[in-house]
């Protein structure tokens, strides 16, 4: 929370000195990400069972982004796209449980090099994740929080590609069916997520 308040402060504090003008930017994107994942689970009283899979998104997203210093930047920002699970099963295929994912996040980016053209900086910030996915009679709910680091090239002050590993930092789900209801899901902490993003920026 106080970190949010800080945010805002930032942010009227740069409209109300007329420095927001050039720096408080729109930004709308798009976001694909994926990683291979093991899921320990627990039915009733049977052990625990666990499963390799992969996890993939691919999404939209809108935003703000405030330069405060001429390098020095705060980005938040909110998405919602297709998300989906592959769990391997005991036949050796894989299952695929499809839904909707959703996230917010906020992000930190110092541009460590910059031209008339070209920008280049280093991200860093931390975003939760919220996935719903579904199988006929199955569903598994996700929630998860990433620590984020990555690199990213703006082009024009306008566009800009960014790449980006995220760190689980807590994961839980709970998976449901015909029989069981709200079994506990945990991802390893080992697997990390990597993504590709696309930015367009709106003065405001």
Known sequence: ??????????????????????????????????????????????????????????????????????????????GMGYANIKLLNKSDSFDLYSGVGTQVGLE?????????????GLVAGVSYFNGYYERTSEYIISNEIFGILGVNTTINSRHRIELSAGIPIYSMGRYSNDVYKNVPVNRRFKNIYYGISYMYFFNL
């Open 1 to 78: 929370m106080k970190l949010f308040r800080g945010v805002l402060f930032v942010l009227i504090f740069g409209v109300s000195s007329g420095y927001a003008s050039d720096s408080l930017k729109l930004l709308l994107g798009a976001d694909t990400r994926g990683t291979d994942s093991i899921y320990d689970s627990k039915y009733g009283d049977v052990a625990s069972v666990k499963r390799y899979g992969y996890e993939g998104y691919i999404g939209g997203k809108i935003g703000i982004e405030y330069f405060f210093t001429k390098k020095n930047a705060i980005l938040g920002f909110l």
């Open 108 to 120: 930190y980016l110092f541009n460590y090099y910059s031209s008339e053209k070209f920008d280049f």
